[in-house]
């Protein structure tokens, strides 16, 4: 299923553009994701940058992960061999995807590959997932989330455990979303966190969140 969020952009007449790269072969159809520049490193290329191979595959596995266990973060070992990953190859698409500005490297020099694991960067969340098949409507999930937020009184406060019933997502996928909206500066989180609502017991909707509530800026 292809959602909106899939979608970069509509051209006349019948011209579509999506957000990744698909290679169709006789016998399957692959995705490659696209992800845009890191105005945080130095020489970062103006245009989107293509990603493939193992570095797609690790990033993939990320995702997967994060988005169904909640502090889902896959161990190095578990990584390597369920990608069927060296820990040259391993390490390779680590380092690539972290200066991508896509993950965060927990670094440990006992591991074979030099790395424990690597956690998923939150938005790398947004701009990726809609890319992959997950089966992921992620744009109407961010959707339901602005719909709760415009509710909130005028603190423009709200509990994540509320929040969790309103919008009926699994609690990793929520708060994976909710910690990528927070790391693009539309949410703060407040409080401690815990297994039975995620990262951060309460969300406050800053500035930049209220004009994405109303329309005026756009996430995807």
Not at 111 to 130: D, F, H, K, N, T
Request: hydrophobic share 35%; net charge negative.
């Amino acid at each position: 299923m292809v959602y909106a969020d899939s979608v970069k952009e509509f051209r006349h007449p019948d011209f579509l553009l999506l957000r990744c790269q698909i290679n169709m072969s006789p016998t399957e159809v692959t995705y490659e994701p696209l992800v845009g520049p890191n105005p945080e490193r130095t020489g970062s290329p103006s245009d989107e940058t293509r990603l493939s191979g193992t570095v797609a595959a690790l990033l993939e596995q990320c995702i997967r992960s994060e988005s169904t266990k909640l502090w889902g973060h896959t161990e190095a070992e578990t990584a390597m061999d369920e990608l069927s990953l060296s820990p040259k190859e391993y390490r390779q698409a680590a380092e690539e995807l972290a200066d991508l500005g896509l993950v965060d490297i927990h670094w440990n020099g006992n591991s074979v590959s030099g790395i424990a694991r690597v956690s998923l960067e939150p938005s790398a969340y947004l701009e990726v997932a809609p890319q992959l098949d997950l089966g992921i409507d992620v744009a109407g999930e961010v959707g339901k989330i602005l719909v709760f937020a415009s509710r909130v009184d005028s603190d423009n406060r709200f509990r994540t455990v509320d929040l969790l019933k309103f919008v009926n997502i699994p609690l990793a996928r929520l708060d994976l979303t909710l910690r990528a909206l927070e790391n693009c500066s539309h949410l703060v989180g407040h409080g401690p966190g815990s297994p039975a609502w995620g990262s951060s017991m309460e969300y406050s909707v800053t500035p930049s969140g209220r004009r994405l509530i109303r329309g005026e800026d756009s996430l995807f």
